[in-house]
């Protein structure tokens, strides 16, 4: 699990989440957000990365239960859909709000079921 997270599921997360936002500096302010067809294909392959990762959480022994694991990797899966459909729209406000989305997803999953360096639940 630890390198589907790692190799796959933060990538992804790394490439919406840079994809859009704004930079207030001394310069002024920049709106930072996908302006090229190959930035937008970036934005809609991290979005189905994030959608497909849920499903590689539901297999076989990756799965930790049957009951708040899938919910859980259901609720990516949920969001991924939701960031390809904004992603195909070019709609970088929902880009924005879907970020958070899947921030959060992350951080209850995270907060369940993350291991300490000790090998104690969280």
Excluded at 14 to 33: K, P
Excluded at 57 to 68: L, Q, T, V
Excluded at 70 to 92: C, P
Aim: hydrophobic share 45%; glycine share 8%; proline share 2%.
């Amino acid at each position: 699990m630890k390198q589907l997270m790692t190799a796959v599921v933060d990538p992804a997360a790394d490439v919406i989440w840079g994809s859009v936002g704004t930079i207030v500096s001394a310069e002024g302010t920049e709106e930072r957000f996908p302006k090229t067809d190959e930035e937008w294909t970036a934005v809609l392959n991290s979005a189905f990365v994030i959608t497909e990762s849920g499903n590689l959480m539901m297999m076989g022994s990756r799965a930790k239960d049957s009951g708040e694991w899938m919910r859980q990797s259901q609720e990516l899966i949920d969001v991924g859909i939701r960031t390809v459909k904004a992603a195909e729209a070019r709609d970088k406000d929902a880009i924005f709000t879907l970020g958070g989305n899947i921030y959060e997803v992350c951080a209850n999953c995270h907060q369940a079921y993350a291991v300490a360096a000790s090998g104690i639940p969280k």
